[in-house]
């Protein structure tokens, strides 16, 4: 049993492999339905129990369909249906529950520290589906979908951020490190990635490059990715933020100075962060890149139980 927390913590060799997993069953089940399920089901009779404490679409829909496609099942509660929710059950007691019925639990949090607690108190194996400090299934789904793209190896490539420094982008930051990939960040000053992130890039001998003008960020870029200026954890001055990133909008000006054949990724929802008219050109990916999810993830699922080919 493994869990699937932060991509910091996970080998590089371990992501590497869900992602030839993931790449294989994609491929595999090219002809199959939706709901059929891949050969030898190899998660017959086991259930995933999904968690959700803030909004979610493609997160849910995702996990649903990797779990019956490997051939269980999942039920989805959100936490306040249920008893700790309301402060009226421990989340020791709660995770024992879980454990008891379930076989694999899919939590997306508000709390970093919840996370933590339910990885001490759980039997079965955890997946990060989205905390304040990362978003890790999201961002080797994303890894995925640039090597499927391009056709080439990541490292090979060159990354930028334009945006806020939130979950989304400490992952990205992690999987640079894993994956040895160039990774510009473009962001106003005060809202660079935060010293203890910098530090463990730093601890693992790698380098991001931080510019506080977009168009530096983007310039010779194979990917540019965004992501909503206010995140869901976000307890700001909405207008304020907004404005302190008023210059890095995503629009064709800045998609002119990268690589001709740049594309542009956004794990979604949007907001304005990026303009139509890059959103819906050729460029944008970002509804391939949502499906891959379902691959990406029926291979995490396949980690956590031990059961990567
Ligand atoms: N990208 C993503 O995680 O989407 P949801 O919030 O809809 O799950
Ligand atoms: N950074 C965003 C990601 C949403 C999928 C958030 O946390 O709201």
Redesign the pocket.
């Known amino acids: 049993m493994k869990h699937f927390l932060h991509l910091k913590d996970i080998p590089a060799k371990d992501l590497r492999k869900i992602l030839v997993d993931a790449k294989k069953r994609k491929q595999k089940r090219a002809k199959l339905n939706t709901l059929e399920i891949d050969k030898n089901a190899p998660l017959k009779g086991k259930i995933l129990i999904q968690m959700f404490e803030k909004s979610s679409l493609r997160t849910r829909l995702s996990f649903y369909l990797a779990i019956r496609q490997l051939g269980g099942g999942t039920i989805t509660l959100r936490s306040n249906e249920l008893h700790i929710g309301e402060g009226g059950e421990s989340l020791e007691d709660t995770a024992k529950i879980l454990s008891t019925y379930g076989d694999g639990f899919m939590l997306r949090t508000d709390s970093d520290e919840k996370v933590e607690n339910f990885k001490k108190y759980l039997l079965i194996p955890m997946i990060n589906g989205?905390s304040p400090s990362s978003?890790p299934t999201?961002v080797l789904s994303d890894v995925f979908t640039v090597e499927e793209i391009k056709k080439k190896p990541i490292s090979k490539l060159n990354i930028t951020w334009i945006g806020d420094s939130?979950?989304?982008l400490n992952s990205l930051i992690a999987a640079s490190v894993k994956f040895s990939f160039r990774l510009n960040i473009g962001c106003p000053k005060k809202y660079k990635p935060k010293k203890f992130i910098l530090d463990w890039v730093k601890k693992n001998n790698k380098k991001v490059y931080i510019f506080n003008d977009s168009k530096k960020a983007a310039k010779n870029a194979d990917i540019i990715f965004s992501?909503?200026v206010i995140?869901?954890?976000d307890k700001v001055d909405k207008k304020k933020k907004a404005k302190h990133f008023a210059k890095f909008k995503i629009d064709k000006k800045l998609l002119s100075v990268a690589k001709k054949d740049c594309i542009f990724l956004h794990?979604?929802?949007r907001g304005s962060e990026v303009k139509k008219d890059v959103f819906e050109s050729k460029n944008s990916k970002v509804w391939q890149q949502a499906l891959n999810r379902v691959h990406v993830q029926k291979s995490i699922l396949l980690y956590c139980f031990n059961k990567l080919r």
């Open positions: 989205l978003h999201q939130n979950n989304v992501d909503k995140s869901l954890n794990c979604l929802p």
